[in-house]
């Protein structure tokens, strides 16, 4: 049974600061998804990694995967307030390319203070 | 941007009560599903849905769930007879679908909170 990690579950950090956060899984895994949900909405798509070694970058959010691992990490630079939310990473699994069933990680709680 | 639309917002139902959740995914997406969050838990698949029928669905998805696409753009979800537990926020999404969309996500839609008294 696939099973998605992610921790810390609950991030309070500065302005200004770097942090990352971890998302593990337990099988092999085709795509890893990174989505945002601000309290009481929907769930925004972020990030699509693919293949090991996959980076990608979108202001001071960064996202990779290490497939071997089966890690991926989610990096905030320099945080802002803006960057409060719920991170979600969901991964589906090895040939399941089309049924979109996604397993989601517990998700983390950020929260930048002023 | 086309956007997955939801109605309604929010449903209070009685324990027992049918309810239907209706959604309206992006018009060209070929593939559509639904997904729950139990408040403060994390999100959990119940079904997806291909080519008019059903493509993989959770074990939460029982006989008392069943999904529709009624006409060309609504998707729907029923609870025939709802149980307190079911209260959550249901989320339907769409994708494109196919080998040209491998690096698609699932576009979600903002959800309909259901609350089962």
């Known amino acids: 049974e696939l099973k998605v990690e992610q921790n810390p579950l609950f991030l309070s950090m500065q302005e200004g600061k770097n942090y990352t956060i971890y998302c593990n899984y337990s099988?092999?895994?085709?795509?890893l998804y990174w989505y945002r949900q601000d309290p009481g909405k929907s769930l925004e798509s972020l990030f699509v990694?693919?293949?090991?070694?996959a980076v990608k970058q979108e202001g001071r959010l960064m996202a990779s995967l290490d497939t071997k691992a089966r890690l991926s990490t989610l990096h905030i630079t320099a945080a802002v307030h803006d960057l409060s939310a719920t991170y979600f990473c969901?991964?589906?699994?090895?040939?399941?390319?089309?049924?979109?069933?996604?397993?989601f990680g517990q998700g983390t709680t950020l929260q930048v203070k002023p | 941007e086309p956007e997955v639309t939801q109605t309604p917002s929010h449903q209070v139902t009685q324990m027992g009560q049918e309810v239907i959740l209706r959604c309206v995914p992006i018009?060209?997406?070929?593939?559509f599903y639904w997904y729950r969050q139990i408040l403060g838990q994390k999100v959990e698949f119940l079904v997806s849905?291909?080519?008019?029928?059903?493509?993989?669905k959770s074990e939460i998805f029982d006989d008392q769930f069943s999904v529709e696409r009624p006409d060309g753009s609504n998707f729907t979800l029923k609870i025939r007879s709802t149980k307190l537990e079911d209260s959550a926020m249901y989320f339907c999404?769409?994708?494109?679908?196919?080998?040209?969309?491998?690096?698609?996500?699932?576009?979600f839609g903002n959800g309909t909170r259901l609350t089962v008294t």
């Open positions: 990694l693919l293949s090991n070694g």
């Open positions: 099988t092999t895994s085709d795509r």
């Open positions: 018009s060209n997406h070929l593939y």
């Open positions: 999404a769409s994708s494109v679908g196919g080998r040209s969309s491998y690096n698609s996500p699932l576009h």
């Open positions: 849905f291909y080519n008019n029928e059903i493509s993989e």
């Open positions: 969901a991964v589906d699994r090895a040939g399941s390319s089309n049924t979109g069933k996604l397993i």
